[in-house]
């Protein structure tokens, strides 16, 4: 694993067509693009619920998910992703600390704050335009995370993936 500007490493990163999940000391990061086909969705699911499912009991994790473009997540996805975290919602809210969603989708932020204000989540959550301000809320729960390390591992980690991140944020 090549080492980032930041110094900050993930302990273990897993790639799908268009997606990732990279974690990190006590936080998961998650990138969904928008060229996710269907058999990509499907890999993103079952590896989505196997990290949860394997999560350790005795910890929990802030979590940052990176939509940039949101027109690979239409209402049939959106459906299954909310199936499968409300399967596991009780394993969530223990071993949740926060959550912050990054999305440039003035729309999509709209309806996720409407859905999150009529059913929040049972951790503290944002939903925000930029990574850095989603990745600086989920630091606020967090003792000694460096926002802006953490943010800047991430990005280098997905332009080596060929994803252009920075222009977002």
């Not at 999305?103 to 951790?123: D, E």
């Not at 990574?131 to 080596?160: I, K, N, P, Q, T």
Request: aromatic share 10%; with cysteine.
């Amino acid at each position: 694993m090549a080492v980032h500007s930041s110094g900050l490493e993930p302990l273990d990163v897993v790639r799908g067509e268009g997606w990732l999940i990279a974690n990190y000391r006590l936080v998961q990061c998650t990138y969904y693009g928008p060229e996710v086909d269907q058999a990509g969705f499907e890999a993103h699911l079952e590896q989505l619920g196997r990290e949860i499912d394997e999560r350790d009991e005795r910890e929990r994790v802030g979590v940052f998910y990176y939509v940039p473009d949101t027109s690979g997540m239409d209402s049939p996805r959106r459906r299954a992703l909310a199936k499968l975290l409300d399967a596991r919602k009780d394993k969530l809210e223990r071993t949740t600390l926060a959550y912050g969603l990054a999305t440039r989708s003035p729309f999509v932020r709209g309806v996720l704050s409407t859905v999150f204000w009529l059913a929040p989540p049972p951790y503290p959550y944002k939903v925000s335009a930029t990574a850095l301000e989603a990745l600086e809320f989920v630091a606020e729960h967090l003792v000694y995370l460096d926002a802006r390390a953490l943010h800047d591992s991430f990005m280098d980690l997905l332009e080596a993936q060929g994803v252009r991140s920075r222009q977002a944020g």
